[in-house]
């Protein structure tokens, strides 16, 4: 749940080539679903193939040799906030547009180029300037948008989530399933805006996400399969380091005798399940008049702001909230004790209700998760995911893990297994994509 797009991703190294043959075609094609939800449009960027070729070497790939036109829109649409009222969000949209030397290569090849599209749940934020659409302002590129579009050729959807971007002021829904509205509706606009403006779509879409976004991710794959199958045809997902079994993590992180690792993760999640759930905050919260006072969780308060406002950091005497407190210091021992004790205890149920690991997936799907993940722990995340999917019958679900040996080290900003792993998986999720849209996996 952490910020890997921004964190990792402008230094990554992708140790393979994407192949960039496919770029959509050979029978692959999905279904045009066409949204009525676009607002409106603004275009924030728009660099040519070339500059964005030499973006692609410092960033990306030293030794790239082709990259995209790459389009930047900021995308407004109508969606539904955590208690179903109609709202207005925001989202990136970035379409890559090929060299006429590269359509020449295709055509070469007997291929032709249309546009397949990736729509990326990020990871956790906290403040409204990591959101897409404002990265994408301050940077004038999105670094996981480098990736997918600049370098793979994919349109690449990414919203901002309610209670970021345009939506700012909304609950933002943590880690459950009411987060899928805000991306499933981001789709449609995004589509609209392609067919609008005469973008060759050619109707694969493909969905990943790390951390929060791989709950998303996953949350997203299963909606679209229960009611959506006939408006989108998913070609591939890759949920990356999710917490797809909610209760089983909390019941790790809410344990007395080890530290919280992120106490801001369960300060937010308890937040906005308290209000969408209309679970009193004060039943749970050793400082509910914090919680009642602070919008902590509104986009202008970082993690360590979070955990000094809660009294869970000392910045002063550098302790900054990460492993250092305990969870009586953040939950009352009455609200502990019933969560543990009593099985109508309503946040347990509602973690439970919002789980999505308990299923059986029919599109392909590849489970990407780093072994040694401290935060997301591997094995009652997507192990436990990927164990219980097999069991029940799916054949198309892979499961990655990845050694700790093959990301970046440690340093002082990046302490965690979980902040560090993101720069890979989204290698190998591009890789993935290209390859099933290459045909190279039926």
Known sequence: MNRVFRLFLLSIAVSFTVLLSGCGGEGNSGTNAVGSNLISSEVLDDINASDMLNIIKAKIDANATNAFAYKAVR?????TNIKGDAVNASGLLVVPTPTDAYKSYLASIGKSFS??????????????????TKVEEALHYYPTALLMSGYAGFAFIAPDYLGFGDSKGE??????????EASLDMIRASIRYMTNNNILYNGQLYLSGYSEGGYVTMALAKEIQDKYSSEFKLKGVVPMAGPYDIKALADADLQTNTPMVYPAFLAEITSSYSKAYDINISDMVVKPDVFNSIDLFGGDYDSVPIHA????????????GFNTHYANELFKSTFLDDYFNNVNNELKKEFEQNSVYDWTPKMKMNIIH??????????????????????NGATSVTLSPIPTSYIPAATITTPFVHQ??????????????????SGAIQ
């Open 370 to 391: 780093c072994l040694d993940d401290e935060i997301i722990p591997f094995a009652i995340s997507s192990q436990k995911a990927y164990g219980q999917m097999s069991a």
């Open 75 to 79: 995308i407004t649409y109508g969606t």
């Open 309 to 320: 406002a809660l009294g869970l950091a000392d910045v002063v005497n550098g302790d900054y």
């Open 171 to 180: 609950v933002h829904p943590y880690i459950m399933k009411k987060s899928t």
């Open 115 to 132: 546009i397949s599209a990736v729509c990326d749940n990020h990871g956790t934020i906290f403040l409204d300037s990591e959101a897409p």
């Open 420 to 437: 560090r792993c993101g720069s890979v998986a989204y290698g190998m999720a591009t890789k993935w994509f290209s390859d099933i849209r």
